[in-house]
C-alpha cells in the first residue's frame, strides 16, 4: 500500500510541476508581449514627436529662408544666403527621422553592432547579481539607517 500511496504521491508532484511550468510560461509570454505592446506604443510616440518636429521646423525653415532670399536680392549681399546651408541640412536631417528611412537605418545598425560588436554592450563590472546589489543595499544601510531604527528584511 505505501508502494502505491508514494507513486501516486510523484504522479501528483510531477503533474504539479508540469502544470506549473505551463503557468510560468504563460505569464512569460504575456510579460514578453506586453513588453513589447509597451515598446511599439513608445516607438510610436517618438516618430510621432518627430512628425510634428518637423512640421514646425519646416515652418521655421519657410519663414527664415524667405527672409533671407528677399534680404540677399535687396542688398545685394549673396553672403546672406550662408544660414541656409545648415537650416536646410537640418530640415533634411528631421525629413528623414520623420518620414524616411533613418529608423530603419538606426534598426541594421543596431543589428550590426548586437551582432559583431557585441563587447560595446557589456555594462561595466558585469551583469548585476544578488549578491553585489545586497552588499550595496548593505553598504548604503550603513550611512542612511531606517528612521524607525529597525531592518525588518536582514
Known sequence: MGLS????????????????????????????????????????????????????????????????VLGALRRHRFGLLLPLIPLNFVAAYQWDMAYGPKLERIREMADRIIDEEHHLLD????????????AARLDSKKYEPFKSGHDIFL
Open 5 to 68: 500511496l508514494g507513486k501516486t504521491m510523484d504522479d501528483n508532484l510531477k503533474k504539479q510541476q508540469e502544470f506549473t511550468l505551463k503557468a510560468q510560461q504563460l505569464q512569460l509570454e504575456r510579460q514578453l508581449a506586453m513588453q513589447n505592446e509597451m515598446r511599439e506604443r513608445q516607438m510610436a510616440v517618438m516618430i510621432a514627436r518627430s512628425r510634428d518636429l518637423f512640421w514646425y521646423w519646416i515652418a521655421f525653415d519657410a519663414l527664415t529662408s524667405t527672409g533671407l
Open 123 to 134: 555594462l561595466p563590472h558585469g551583469l548585476p547579481t544578488f549578491s553585489s546589489i545586497e
